[in-house]
């Protein structure tokens, strides 16, 4: 048609009208969120010289695509009019209201202004009050509807959504703007033959063209009411025929003339799908279950039934079913502690091809032994929830036994003394330690040993056989010889301070006899006896009997014979005579002393 | 004349079968430990105790029952009166670790110096009456020391004099533990046995709240009023508490 443009510029002298104006229009005045409206503003009057116009401002809504330009033209009565027309493809943003400003466009110096538009938002999931020409509505040319296969499920359980795309003329080959967002599902897509298969199907009366574009399977990873998002799709669909005008000149508009054919661009999207997930049921779940949701039996292999110590041996455990594959759990092993185990390398294995997620999940294990000996790796058991049946279920693998022989590995070394790896022997749990079996000894649950009349008996004892010892052998020390001689000893120092005293005051006759007596004194404590009525002979031998020194029974002879001399020899009887005999006693009772505990200490 | 007679001795033989042998409601208590019927073996257990008996087993597996059925604060109070009785027995303070762990509040301790620590752990070696029994043991010795000095032959008398004067500084050090030990035992410990309790600033549930204690700390309680009782924390903080939410140690 822009071929026709200069040319008929050049043939039609188009007067200058007055009734050039710019009109905005749009195709529906009510969309959801995420859906595509087209913008299409018109500009009328004569033929060339109006620029593009801006576009508008936007309020809530978003420019997708365009312009796209068509222009025609119309002679009506030898008067040429054209129009020209931009379309862009905009799409609303969040919900409310969308506001599209006024457009302007340049005509020979003037502005010319579209009227501004205002379109209502729908949130995503609200259901369309009118079901307009691009909806799921049977009217339109082409339509997007999901069908999931159920509404209800349990987490974990596959819901499959199948997008199907209606249309009833030539469209290319549709492209996905906008994946449903699905929030708390996981996704597996499932996968659709190269070539869209098409069938036939009847829609309120209109026969479509219906291709299956997208199937997924939809695993729920919560519970509650879950949302999955509309889903659109950008597709350019045949540009439909005019209708006929009724003039017999509107020549151009008729297909015939037109070039070839005309796409417009088309936004579909489909409608938002609640489903409502329901949580696992708490009763009957298996002691080992840790979430896995489907059907699947578990196999476990060695890759070969005898090794040696500290070769590597694989174990395989494979779990093969319908579900959601990739976030099985791994099962729990139990391997004999003298097995060392390295981390499994975990495949993935689905199957996409079938309406049911399915496939297989392999765990290998690298397992050592390091003991020799049968090592038993019991059945390995996997319990998971059944969602066709509605229970839970566990599949187990049979016992494994592997035959370890002693390894002649790097362990033994050349001296033939074999040396063990050394592990620390690990804790694999805390708990308290266990209740004592035997009671012990019973007390009285109140008081503290002082409280007990039996403490203090057992106390006082010892302190009593202290007391009783002390007196009985201070009532022995009160009597006897030594008690003689200490009093006797006693005595003599007594009249010896006397005598002394006596002498200070010049009484020599006082002193004299004080002196005499604590001789006798002297010789009782020497001999523990009165010495009264012995000779000197027998005072020799008493002597010699006591043990005592000899040297110590001549000075008392000496002083005796002093005492003697001056008592009877009137002349010599001075204070310094008696001074020298005061002082001979005192020394020879020190001695006496001395030598009596000597004695007492021998005995 | 025969029927109360006959009621006479049908309520002997309740009353001897109600005061079991400690020792038997010890092993029933156990069997049922074993069977993992806690509040059974509890109730066997605090019986025994209810009769006057005590021993340092009975309370270890006291606390041990109380531990398992999630009284984390009574189970440390029987561990701790445990270690009084046991001082040696590491099961003891094996659990009362384990136990402390579940213990909400961490109170800091004043820090002192590593040598108090190996003086406490000499100190609390052994329990009262191994140490009223070492005292009594060290009197016994003493005296026999006393009679060797007194009574033995003359050069054995130096020796049994030395010997005598280190019986009796031993004895007297041995009277001072004792003395210590009673003093530190009798002091006044009690262990917050409500799951969580609000400490007040007055004997008074409108007073201001200070700060909330939990289950199993211990702390020191100082005078009861109308059913408050103060305490102070390891910390140094004071504050007053219901008397039900406390036990004392």
Redesign the interface.
């Known amino acids: 048609m822009r071929v026709f443009v200069p040319l008929l510029v050049l043939l039609l002298c188009v007067p200058a009208g007055a009734q050039e104006k710019l009109t905005a229009a749009v195709d529906k005045s009510t969309v959801r969120v995420g859906e595509s409206l087209t913008l299409t503003l018109t500009f009328e009057g004569a033929a060339s010289g109006v620029s593009e116009p801006k576009l508008p401002a936007l309020e809530n809504l978003q420019v997708m695509g365009g312009p796209y330009t068509s222009t025609s033209f119309t002679l009506v009565n030898g008067r040429a009019s054209s129009t020209a027309a931009y379309s862009y493809v905009l799409r609303a943003k969040s919900p409310g209201k969308g506001v599209i400003g006024s457009a302007v466009a340049r005509y020979r110096g003037r502005d010319l202004t579209s009227n501004p538009i205002t379109i209502t938002i729908l949130s995503a999931s609200a259901p369309a009050p009118d079901r307009d020409s691009r909806g799921s509505g049977s009217t339109a040319d082409a339509f997007i509807r999901v069908y999931p296969d159920k509404s209800n499920a349990c987490v974990g359980e596959q819901v499959t959504l199948t997008y199907k795309l209606y249309f009833a003329m030539q469209i290319t080959s549709p492209e996905i703007v906008q994946l449903p967002r699905a929030t708390g599902f996981w996704v597996e897509e499932i996968a659709l033959p190269q070539t869209l298969p098409l069938t036939d199907e009847l829609v309120n009366g209109r026969s479509y063209k219906v291709a299956v574009i997208r199937k997924s399977a939809l695993f729920p990873t919560a519970s509650g009411d879950l949302e999955v998002e509309p889903m659109v799709i950008q597709t350019k669909v045949e540009k439909r025929a005019r209708k006929r005008s009724p003039d017999p000149f509107d020549l151009f508009n008729d297909p015939f003339f037109q070039l070839g054919r005309q796409f417009e661009p088309l936004e579909l999207s489909s409608t938002g799908v609640t489903l409502h997930i329901r949580p696992l049921p708490q009763t009957g779940a298996p002691a080992d279950f840790n979430g896995a949701v489907g059907s699947y039996r578990i196999r476990a292999a060695l890759d070969r039934p005898s090794c040696k110590t500290d070769e590597a041996v694989t174990l395989t455990v494979e779990i093969e079913g319908t579900g959601n594959i990739k976030t099985l759990p791994e099962p729990k092993l139990s391997i004999p502690a003298d097995v060392q185990r390295f981390d499994p390398e975990v495949t993935d294995d689905i199957r996409r091809s079938q309406t049911r997620i399915g496939g297989r999940k392999v765990f290998k294990y690298v397992i050592i032994p390091r003991a020799p000996g049968t090592q038993v790796i019991p059945p390995v058991s996997y319990a998971f929830y059944d969602p066709e049946r509605g229970r839970y279920s566990t599949a187990t693998t049979s016992e494994l036994r592997l035959q370890v022989e002693k390894g002649t590995g790097p362990r033994m070394p050349a001296s033939g003394i074999a040396v063990a790896s050394k592990q620390g022997v690990e804790n694999v749990g805390?708990?308290?330690?266990?209740?004592?079996?035997?009671?012990?000894?019973?007390?009285?649950?109140?008081g503290?040993?002082?409280q007990n009349l039996l403490?203090w008996v057992?106390?006082a004892?010892?302190?009593a056989?202290?007391a009783a010892?002390g007196v009985v052998?201070g009532r022995r020390r009160r009597s006897g010889p030594r008690a003689l001689r200490r009093s006797a000893l006693q005595t003599a120092a007594r009249h010896v301070a006397q005598a002394g005293k006596s002498l200070k005051g010049g009484k020599q006759e006082a002193a004299l006899h004080g002196a005499a007596e604590a001789l006798d004194c002297l010789w009782t404590a020497a001999l523990s006896k009165p010495a009264t009525g012995l000779s000197e002979l027998d005072l020799r031998a008493e002597w010699q009997e006591q043990g005592l020194d000899p040297v110590l029974l001549d000075k008392l002879f000496d002083v005796q014979a002093e005492c003697d001399r001056v008592r009877f020899a009137s002349g010599l009887l001075t204070t310094e005579a008696m001074k020298g005999v005061l002082q001979n006693l005192k020394s020879i009772a020190t001695e006496l002393a001395r030598s009596s505990t000597r004695a007492g200490?021998?005995r | 004349m025969k029927r109360p007679l006959f009621f006479l001795l049908v309520s002997l033989l309740l009353v001897t079968q109600v005061c079991a042998d400690?020792?038997s409601s010890?092993?029933e208590g156990?069997r049922l430990?074993?069977a993992n019927d806690m509040a059974g073996a509890i109730t066997h257990w605090e019986r025994v105790?209810r009769q006057?008996?005590?021993?340092?087993?009975?309370l270890?597996?006291l606390g041990?029952?109380y531990?398992?059925s999630g009284q984390i604060g009574r189970s440390i109070l029987c561990y701790e009166r445990a270690r009084k009785?046991?001082p040696r027995d590491r099961?003891v303070y094996?659990?009362l670790d384990?136990?402390r762990l579940a213990v909400v509040d961490r109170i800091e301790k004043p820090v002192r110096l590593v040598i108090w620590d190996w003086v406490d752990s000499v100190r609390d070696s052994l329990s009262?009456?191994e140490?009223?029994m070492l005292?009594?043991l060290m009197?016994?010795l003493?005296?026999g020391g006393?009679?060797g000095w007194?009574f033995a032959p003359?050069a054995w008398r130096q020796t049994f004099r030395a010997v005598l004067v280190i019986l009796l500084v031993a004895y007297a050090l041995c009277g001072a533990w004792?003395g210590w030990r009673?003093a530190l035992?009798?002091q006044n410990y009690a262990l917050i046995t409500a799951v969580k309790t609000d400490v007040c600033s007055a004997p008074d549930a409108s007073s201001k709240q200070l700060f909330s204690l939990h289950e199993g700390t211990k702390v020191r309680y100082g005078e009861s009023l109308s059913g408050w009782v103060s305490i102070e924390l390891a910390d140094g903080r004071k504050g007053w508490v219901p008397v039900s939410a406390v036990e004392k140690i």
């Open positions: 805390t708990d308290i330690a266990f209740a004592k079996t035997s009671p012990g000894r019973f007390l009285r649950s109140s503290v040993p002082h403490f057992w106390t004892t010892p302190w056989a202290f010892v052998s200490v021998k | 400690p020792r010890f092993e156990l430990y074993r105790l006057g008996a005590v021993s340092g087993p009975l270890f597996n041990n029952a531990y398992r009785l046991m099961d094996t659990n384990l136990a009262l009456h140490l009223a005292f009594q009197g016994f003493a005296l006393f009679l007194r003359v004792y009673t035992d009798t």
